[in-house]
């Protein structure tokens, strides 16, 4: 029984530890099977894809051309079309309208496949809240054909809803924001 | 060559013999390893992780396709076992002293 175990030791530090790492384990002596070179095929196989994973995702930070991000974006906003109460939320609420023009088209590199774009509004100091955002518009961008976007009269997807019966006379600055 | 009942019985077997083994095993870690760096490379240059998968993806499966059936090529140094030694001989000595132990015990009982 221990003299089992000590060859059984002794087969598993016998393998460089560089091949233990990366294959996921040592060479099986002894037992030879279909499962087992399965299973060491498969480590190999994961372990492979997982390092190129991951030198992907690190070569984005090298200081090439490709990785270099310059992107453009510009909302303004074309009118608000009402502002009413809500009376079942309790809320205000508005309907408004915006020329939204942007070029993410720069973002995309082999570990950047899929945009989420967001248009936030922000509007501070209400008398209940310090700080209001609400989102008012998004869009999935899947090409970088997509990502060059230019439109006018855009309506609003959410409305633009206050917590409380705030919403009048607030100077709402309007942000674009996204993320990968 | 080998027959087809042979392989037949080698695949159903399952089993590589010692040299087969470790070459087999030094084939799939070369092979997925090396097509990783081709796969990376090829991957990097043209943008798209798609190729970079599909380069190792393909060798696996390339690589499960020769490394995990027990085909000939890895079969090709069986271990060669010694000639057994002669059953019967081994076995007189330790049947002649029970017959005489045997034989002792009836004399006593005898006495």
């Known amino acids: ?180 | 060559m080998v027959g087809v009942m042979e392989l037949y019985a080698m695949l159903r077997a399952g089993s590589m013999d010692f040299v087969g083994q470790k070459q087999a095993f030094n084939m799939q870690f070369y092979f997925i390893w090396a097509s990783g760096v081709i796969g990376f490379l090829h991957g990097f240059f043209a943008q798209r992780f798609l190729y970079t998968f599909a380069w190792v993806f393909g060798t696996s499966a390339f690589v499960a396709l020769t490394c995990l059936p027990p085909w000939p090529m890895w079969n090709r140094h069986p271990v060669a076992w010694l000639e057994p030694k002669d059953r019967d001989e081994d076995d007189e000595p330790k049947a002649k002293k029970e017959t005489s132990s045997a034989k002792k015990a009836a004399k006593k009982k005898n006495k």
């Open chain 1, 1 to 180: 029984m221990f003299r089992r175990f000590r060859l059984s030791i002794r087969s598993v530090f016998a393998t460089p530890p560089w091949v233990v790492l990366c294959a996921g384990g040592a060479p099986t002596r002894g037992m030879d099977t279909y499962s087992a070179r399965a299973n060491t095929i498969f480590c190999t196989f994961c372990t492979v894809l997982g390092t190129t994973a991951v030198l992907s995702h690190l070569s984005t930070f090298l200081p090439m051309d490709q990785f270099d991000v310059r992107t453009s974006g510009n909302v303004q906003l074309n009118m608000v079309h009402d502002l009413i109460p809500n009376s079942h939320l309790n809320s205000d609420q508005s309907f408004l309208s915006f020329h939204l023009n942007h070029n993410l088209s720069q973002e995309f590199h082999w570990n950047m496949n899929q945009l989420f774009l967001y248009l936030v509004v922000t509007y501070n100091d209400t008398a209940s809240n310090m700080r209001n955002e609400v989102t008012v518009y998004d869009k999935i961008i899947r090409s970088p054909e997509a990502a060059r976007f230019k439109q006018r009269n855009l309506m609003n997807e959410y409305p633009l809803r206050d917590q409380f019966r705030e919403l009048r006379d607030q100077k709402a600055p309007v942000c674009q924001s996204f993320t990968g």
